[in-house]
């Protein structure tokens, strides 16, 4: 199970730091995925098992960091220079694979957690 939190109203040029709670142990790589409205969704960010890979969208690099820390089964996203675009719902994701999870092709999926970029 996958509970995200930390979601809310920033304006342009700010950050925001939204978390990924799992329940249990994992072995999965984790990863975040969002969606605005009418659009598709589309991935974010992803970090391997030992949190030493990372992979961002193009349109996020360099002002998003996706880490993780095992001991508290918890995924973090930090959120810098903000734009309206990124507004969205964030959902928090996890995969056996970087490869499948960046495909969508993810085994847990979060709730969600909206985030708004106000201009």
């Known amino acids: 199970r996958l509970v995200e939190s930390g979601g809310g109203l920033v304006q342009a040029g700010g950050s925001l730091r939204v978390s990924c709670a799992a329940s249990?142990?994992?072995?999965?790589?984790m990863g975040w995925f969002r969606q605005a409205p009418g659009k598709e969704q589309e991935f974010v960010a992803a970090?391997?098992?030992?949190?030493?890979?990372?992979t961002y969208a193009d349109s996020v690099k360099g002002r998003f960091t996706i880490s993780r820390d095992n001991a508290k089964n918890t995924v973090y996203l930090q959120m810098n220079n903000l734009k309206p675009e990124d507004t969205a719902v964030y959902y928090c994701?996890?995969?056996?694979?970087?490869?499948?999870?960046?495909?969508?092709?993810?085994?847990?999926w979060g709730q969600g957690t909206q985030v708004t970029v106000s201009s």
């Open positions: 249990g142990r994992t072995f999965y790589a």
């Open positions: 970090i391997n098992w030992s949190g030493g890979g990372t």
């Open positions: 994701a996890a995969a056996r694979q970087v490869e499948k999870l960046v495909q969508g092709r993810c085994d847990y």
